[in-house]
Structures are given as structure tokens and as C-alpha cells.
């Protein structure tokens, strides 16, 4: 009898949007057509909105340091935020941008504060879960004013010695885009831009038709690192930063449970892990330049002459730009090292033992 063995991944996490495709030839509307309906357009999520004052003692900011202790400030009294032990502004601030439904008080917010604390970062966690919590069509219209709220303290912050050369951005999913409308207003109220936005598999519902003004862009800091992992599911295709890394093509991940397969909700949500592995092991994860996003998609960058190599992570160098493939192995930690330069690596074109056999009748 043939031994027929799945593979796949589990995600602990739901969102609530439904996938939609996106074409990888931008330039051929006409033959294949880009994503429209409900999740695409999603009508009205760029009108203007204004978060009443008496609301903003909602919008708060979480300050962790000194053996993962928490203070939290609402918009009223972020000022404090200069005054806090925990806080020293000579060392690099990390600001975290929540996804849709998180909370600081959640896993992904904690996961990512005590890994920056451990590498001496100040970290401040924005709390506007008021916001992100609503329907989602809401929600990427409200990360427009949240953005220009947090960059209102932002820019107090900078009178008691914040420096926006120090200053850092994460995000994942809708978060991506909160930190970039932090960004932008940033930029338009000081004329100076953030550091670094790191961002982690960009939300692509009601974000994949919108251009750099309305949605994550290069643009917005000195530099910026996209992680995609699930470009045609709940993530975007499209090149946002100076560096885009499309993690094993940035379509779906491989699959480590088993008779589960990895797919939409699993693949963009593998991102988390992902990231904090490239914390924990810098210069692990080894990506390769490639000449386009199909190419990407494809895994067929190993014959590009010269190869160019570039490490995932905090540690990536600042002055690469292009688009990168980043081959994993299936289980924690996923980095493959060296051995991400050798095409022989790439899981989803590997004989697996599903259908390695050479039987025509199988038995289940």
C-alpha cells in the first residue's frame, strides 16, 4: 500500500477578508484583467475621516522596557512618553503598528516588543484596537487619521530628543499601511523622514488598485523592507519598497502540519515567525535578487548573473534595491543559510514523498 504522508502549516489566527487575485502583468489589463468587487474597490475607504476629539483618549501608546514592564499613555498624555524609565532617546525607538483586530495587550504585539527590547530598542506600541476593530472596510479608512495622530506625537516627542534618523516602523498586515500614513504625515509635518519602515506582509484587500499616495510606498522613510508571503491571498504583489522579499515566491508557504496545507489565512500570518527568526539568527536568511516579480514567483533567480545575495532582516544592507526571493525550509526556524543560494533548495519544485511513488493505484 502506498504510505501517502501531507504536510502543511496551522495558523492560530482569523481575519475576516475573503482573497483575491492580482495580476502579475500590470501592463496587459486588457488579456487578464485586475482585481475589482468588494475587497478590491472596497468603495469609499479613502474619503476622508475624522476621529472626534472626545474619541482620541482612545488612540493610546504602550511604552514596554526594563524587564518587560508596560506603561500605557493616551493621545492626551503621550508627552510622558519623553519622561518614562523606560525610555532614552539615544538609543533607536521602535514604534509597532497593530494589524486588523490586534491588540499590544495580544501575542503579535508582545512577540515583537521583547524581541526589540532585547536588542536595546525603545519600543512603543500603538494601541488604536478602537479602530482596527470594526469592519474592515472601516478600519483601512480610520488607519488614514490614526496614522496622522500618532505622527502629531511623534512630532512632540522630537522636542524632548526623539530623532527621526533613530526612529523605526513595524507593521504587519493593515498595520503596513497605518505605518505609512504615520510616514506621511511625519514627513509633511516636519520635512524629515523616519529612519526605516519594516513591513510585514502588506494587507492587500482594498489596498491592491490604490497608488503610493493611499497605501504603503518607498517613498514614505529613508528605507523600506516589504515581506510578502501571501500576494495573492490576504498580502499584495505589488513593490512597495526599496527592498520587496518575496519569501518562497510570496505566494503560499510550505506546509508543516499534517493534512493541513498552508494557504491563505496560514501563508500570511507565517510572516510572524519568519520575522522573528530573522531577529534571532541575522544574516540566516539568504535572499537572492531577481529581475521581476514572475521571476520571483517562479523561483527562477539562481541563473541571474551575477547572483546578488541580501539578508533578510534588521541587519539588511540599506543601500540594495530591487526584488528578492527568500527560499525557507517547512519548519521554525526557516532559515536555510547558504544553502538559500542553491536552487536545489526550493521546496515546492522537490519530489515530496505525496507523490514520489511510481504506483498508478493508490490506496488510502
Request: hydrophobic letters at 35%; glycine letters at 8%.
Amino acid at each position: 500500500m502506498l504510505k501517502v504522508v501531507l504536510f502543511t502549516s496551522v495558523s492560530l489566527f482569523m481575519v475576516s477578508c475573503p482573497s483575491m487575485a492580482w495580476s502579475h502583468e500590470q501592463d496587459k489589463k486588457g488579456d487578464y484583467g485586475f482585481p475589482a468587487g468588494l475587497m478590491s474597490i472596497c468603495p469609499g475607504s479613502t474619503k476622508p475621516a475624522l476621529i472626534p476629539k472626545g474619541q482620541l483618549k482612545y488612540l493610546s501608546f504602550v511604552v514596554q522596557g526594563n524587564g518587560r514592564t508596560r506603561q500605557k499613555y493616551n493621545f492626551w498624555n503621550a508627552r510622558g512618553i519623553a519622561k518614562d524609565p523606560r525610555v532614552n532617546f539615544d538609543k533607536r525607538t521602535l514604534i509597532v503598528a497593530i494589524g486588523y483586530l490586534d491588540s499590544p495587550n495580544l501575542p503579535i504585539s508582545a512577540m515583537f516588543a521583547n524581541e526589540y527590547e532585547d536588542r536595546g530598542y525603545n519600543v512603543i506600541l500603538v494601541d488604536n484596537q478602537r479602530f482596527a476593530t470594526v469592519h474592515y472596510h472601516l478600519a483601512t479608512r480610520l488607519m488614514r487619521p490614526v496614522g496622522k495622530h500618532v505622527a502629531e506625537i511623534l512630532v512632540q516627542l522630537m522636542e524632548y530628543g526623539l530623532d527621526p534618523s533613530k526612529l523605526e516602523l513595524l507593521g504587519f498586515s493593515l498595520g503596513c499601511h497605518t505605518a505609512s500614513f504615520v510616514a506621511k504625515h511625519f514627513q509633511t509635518m516636519t520635512g524629515r523622514n523616519i529612519s526605516t519602515i519594516s513591513a510585514l506582509e502588506p494587507s492587500g484587500p482594498c489596498f491592491r488598485n490604490l497608488g503610493p499616495k493611499h497605501r504603503l510606498d518607498a517613498g514614505d522613510a529613508d528605507f523600506v523592507q516589504v515581506i510578502h508571503t501571501n500576494i495573492d491571498g490576504y498580502g499584495m504583489a505589488t513593490p512597495m519598497g526599496h527592498v520587496d522579499i518575496y519569501v518562497n515566491g510570496g505566494e503560499y508557504q510550505p506546509s508543516d502540519i499534517s493534512l493541513y496545507p498552508c494557504t491563505t489565512t496560514c501563508s500570511h500570518f507565517r510572516v510572524l515567525p519568519l520575522w522573528v527568526s530573522a531577529l534571532k539568527n541575522p544574516k540566516k536568511f539568504v535572499a537572492i535578487k531577481c529581475r521581476d516579480i514572475q521571476q520571483a514567483r517562479d523561483s527562477d533567480c539562481y541563473g541571474n548573473s551575477p547572483m546578488e545575495p541580501i539578508f533578510m532582516g534588521i541587519g539588511i544592507d540599506k543601500t540594495e534595491r530591487g526584488i528578492y526571493y527568500l527560499a525557507t525550509s517547512m519548519e521554525y526556524p526557516f532559515f536555510l543559510g547558504a544553502k538559500g543560494l542553491k536552487e536545489e533548495y526550493v521546496y515546492w519544485k522537490r519530489l515530496t514523498n505525496i507523490n514520489n511513488g511510481h504506483e498508478i493505484e493508490i490506496y488510502t
